[in-house]
């Protein structure tokens, strides 16, 4: 079982930065993808980056690719999403999320364990 903690979400204007982190409770968070995830209002949750269980492996989103950097100490058993240059389409709440395994997907369907997200909003 891991249970996921999110912080770090806020109100920040256009071309800010913020950083989310996600601390994990459970000995296996050094063996799992880690993911953050977003949605908006009246839309479907949708990928924002993923980490391997490493850390050498990251992936993101077209949206946010160049803005956006995903990291993870594993010591302290923590996600983190560094976000710039920030635009008022990136307002939503941030999911952080666990795979049951090494590797992860881009559905939300290949995560087992969510957290309750943390608000993030851009105003211009």
């Known amino acids: 079982q891991v249970q996921l903690v999110e912080s770090g979400g806020g109100l920040v204007q256009a071309g800010g930065s913020l950083r989310l982190s996600c601390a994990a409770s459970?000995?296996?968070?050094?063996?799992?993808?880690m993911a953050w995830f977003r949605q908006s209002p009246g839309k479907e949750r949708e990928f924002v980056s993923i980490v391997g269980s490493s850390g050498t492996v990251r992936s993101y989103a077209d949206s946010v690719k160049g803005r956006f950097t995903i990291s993870r100490d594993n010591a302290r058993n923590t996600v983190y999403l560094q976000m710039s240059s920030l635009k008022p389409e990136d307002t939503a709440v941030y999911y952080c999320a666990a795979s049951g395994a090494g590797y992860g997907g881009r559905y939300v369907s290949d995560y087992a364990y969510w957290g309750q997200g943390t608000q993030v909003t851009v105003s211009s």
């Open positions: 459970g000995r296996t968070f050094g063996s799992v993808a």
